[in-house]
């Protein structure tokens, strides 16, 4: 599958961190992506319609992104969650992994780093 038939979901509620993903994803040929503000947000799109990988931040009003992952991974235990923070403690990482979470970036995410976790979406390198 190449990114460009990925479905991503973005949920950050910062709109410079959501701009700085989404032209990282279009810079590598996505163009089906859905961004939120929080992670009841998410939460809900990716239950209304799935998608192939959600790039969550971990602080977020209303929900936070690690309570989000637990509960998109409750309901599809093959969601593929990245965590994208600018908080990368250790702690967080763990409570991360054990949400459910299966790659991080450190905000801000290069390019490269979004290509690398999204070919561990699709399996491979695109090209």
Do not use: W
Not at 32 to 52: C, L, M, P, R, W
């Amino acid at each position: 599958m190449g990114f460009e038939n990925l479905k991503v979901l973005i949920c950050d509620d910062s709109l410079l961190a959501r701009k700085n993903l989404r032209d990282g994803l279009k810079v590598l040929g996505c163009t089906n992506i859905t961004e939120v503000y929080d992670g009841k947000a998410a939460v809900d799109q990716y239950k209304g319609s799935s998608f192939d990988v959600v790039f969550l931040d971990i602080v977020m009003p209303v929900m936070d992104g690690i309570t989000a992952a637990r509960e998109i991974c409750a309901a599809d235990p093959n969601a593929y969650i990245v965590m994208v923070s600018s908080v990368g403690t250790q702690v967080h990482l763990r409570e991360a992994i054990k949400a459910g979470a299966r790659d991080f970036l450190q905000k801000p995410a290069t390019p490269e780093q979004i290509r690398t976790a999204l070919e561990h979406v699709t399996g491979g390198e695109d090209e």
